[in-house]
């Protein structure tokens, strides 16, 4: 199985995720500036889209979108994904807002086109959802006692969020660092050179 990556991109949940659930795996970088694979083929090759992430099985099948690998990689280990009734809808609940609300909401501040007031209104959208994200943690991860594949996509973003000096709620800086503390994501930050 190959994941296809872009260092630090949302595509690190998913890296996090596959170690935290022992699956083997091996690593394909992306240029996401060039759409370029590092042999120099296409990455639209593989997915047309042109986004990361990107999971080939050995067949040679793609999956694509955070959601849907996410909740693979939980199919496949059950200990990250939720317990109790509802379980697997509480997981996609929470995976789609990661993906459609507050991964979406970050989408300005990465165009290189938008204009400072977009850049400003995109920032207090995060800060809304975060505070959204911050108010519903009851416990130390987002679903609840134990990790899910849902923490490490929200681990990322609050990374990003860092990066941009956007204000991280204080229970959610506590629970970057609770992850930060975690060997899968220690492991997943080496691999993509992030560490240190
Ligand atoms: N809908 C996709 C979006 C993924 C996405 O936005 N990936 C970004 C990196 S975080 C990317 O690859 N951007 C470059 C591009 O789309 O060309 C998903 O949820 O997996």
């Known amino acids: 199985m190959k994941l296809y990556y872009a260092p630090g991109a ?9 170690h935290e659930a022992d699956i083997p795996f091996s690593l394909v970088r992306v240029d996401l500036k060039t759409h370029k694979l590092e042999d120099g083929r ?18 040679g099948e793609v999956l694509t979108e955070n959601l849907a ?9 059950p200990e990250l994904a939720p317990h109790g009734p509802l379980a697997r809808y509480r997981l996609l609940e929470m995976l789609s807002y990661l993906a459609s609300e507050l ?32 108010d519903k943690l009851d416990g130390p991860y987002l679903l609840g006692t134990h990790m899910t594949v849902a923490d490490p996509y929200l681990y990322v973003m609050l990374t990003w969020a860092d990066d941009m ?10 629970f970057s660092q609770r992850m930060a503390e975690r060997p899968a994501v220690k492991r997943a930050l080496a691999h993509e050179g992030l560490s240190g």
């Open 42 to 59: 296409a990455y639209t090759e593989i997915n047309p889209k042109g986004s990361v992430p990107a999971l080939q099985f050995d067949d």
């Open 69 to 77: 690998i996410l909740a693979y990689i939980a199919d496949q280990k």
């Open 103 to 134: 991964h979406k909401a970050f989408h300005p501040l990465f165009v290189p086109r938008s204009t400072p007031d977009e850049k400003k209104q995109a920032a207090a959208a995060v800060e809304q959802k975060l505070g959204y994200l911050a």
């Open 165 to 174: 000096k956007i204000k991280v709620p204080d229970k959610l800086a506590s």
């Open 10 to 18: 949302c595509s690190l949940a998913d890296h996090i995720a596959l």
